[in-house]
Every structure is written in C-alpha cells, then in structure tokens.
Nanobody, 118 residues
Framework: QVQLVESGGGLVQPGGSLRLSCAAS????????MGWYRQAPGKQRELVAA???????NYADSVKGRFGISGDNAKNTWFLQMSSLKPEDTAVYYC????????????WGQGTQVIVSS
C-alpha cells in the first residue's frame, strides 16, 4: 500500500517562510512527477509546483520567484520551500505523485494546512 505523508504546515506571518515535506512509501517502482496542489476555502484545487524525475519544474504564476520545489528521488521525498508568504497563500496543501506501483497513476497525501496571517 502506498502512502504519501506531508509535514511542515502551520501558521506564519506575512513575509515569512515555511517548508513542506512529502514522503512516499510503499511498493513504489518509479515516480515520474512529484508536486503540490493547494485548495483555499471556496476555491478549486490548483497546481502550485511540480518537478519531474529528470528535474524539470513547473510553477503557478502566483508563486514564481517565491516558492521552490525540490526532490530526492532516492528517498522518494520532495519539498516545497515557500518564502515571502502572503495571506492569499492560505490553503490546504496536498502533495501528489504520478508513479508506478502496479500501474501508472496519481497518488495524493492527506493535506496540510498553511495559514498566513498576522
């Protein structure tokens, strides 16, 4: 059974930083893409950042220059470094991965809350 476990969310003041982590465990054969989505109250879930196994990255326009995604393929772990946080970054952040276990599909974490407020 595959599990994605997030950590690192919390309350931070505007302008502050947080680092989210996601660790995947289980009978994983290969991970193709790792990333983060977020969902704010009353809004649709949106892609924040993603990184491929080869290191290619993709960011939402709203976080470019402020967030950085990185991954450790050997440990099936990836990170989202968030800086210069704004109140509009407040959301539940979900890690996800496109991987092969039995077949190729997406897996999701349970979500971690990030609140940016003074």
């Amino acid at each position: 059974q595959v599990q994605l476990v997030e950590s690192g969310g919390g309350l931070v003041q505007p302008g502050g930083s947080l680092r989210l982590s996601c660790a995947a465990s289980g009978s994983i054969r290969v991970i193709y893409t790792m990333g983060w989505y977020r969902q704010a109250p009353g809004k649709q879930r949106e892609l924040v950042a993603a990184i491929t196994r080869g290191g290619l990255t993709n960011y939402a326009d709203s976080v470019k220059g402020r967030f950085g995604i990185s991954g450790d393929n050997a440990k099936n772990t990836w990170f989202l470094q968030m800086s210069s946080l704004k109140p509009e970054d407040t959301a539940v952040y979900y890690c996800y991965a496109e991987m092969v276990v039995a077949t190729r599909r997406e897996y999701w974490g349970q979500g971690t809350q990030v609140i940016v407020s003074s």
